[in-house]
């Protein structure tokens, strides 16, 4: 069984910066072959797709956040992370990372919120 755990969250003013980072946990979860994303969640509205790194180490992210998000891995410690520049109000979310496609359970995510 496969668990996410999401930490690195907090308040920050808009401008700032955070790095979030995902533990996966899980002795049969090759982590290494899968595409890994980041997904946050606003109040109210859906969660959406942040970013995206393939096991080879290509990322893309969405417009939204493009040359302020920066998505990495590490696997051998079966870690994502998240690098968040330039943080704006409208990042504030409840951040969560899983496989890209969303394809296993989700852990209990990482809250940022940015105050302006």
């Known amino acids: 069984q496969v668990q996410f755990v999401e930490s690195g969250g907090g308040l920050v003013q808009s401008g700032g910066s955070l790095r979030l980072s995902c533990a996966a946990s899980?002795?049969?979860?090759?982590?290494?072959?899968?595409?890994m994303g980041w997904y946050r969640q606003a109040p109210g509205k859906q969660r959406e797709l942040v970013a995206v790194?393939?096991?080879?180490?290509?990322?893309n992210v969405p417009d939204s956040v493009k040359g302020r998000f920066t998505i990495s891995r590490d696997n051998a410690k079966k870690t994502v992370y998240l690098q968040m520049n330039s943080l704006k109000p409208e990042d504030t979310a409840v951040y969560y990372c899983?496989?890209?496609?969303?394809?296993?359970?989700w852990g209990q995510g990482t809250q940022v919120t940015v105050s302006s």
């Open positions: 790194i393939t096991s080879a180490g290509s990322t």
């Open positions: 899983n496989t890209h496609g969303a394809t296993l359970a």
């Open positions: 899980g002795s049969v979860f090759m982590f290494s072959v899968y595409a």
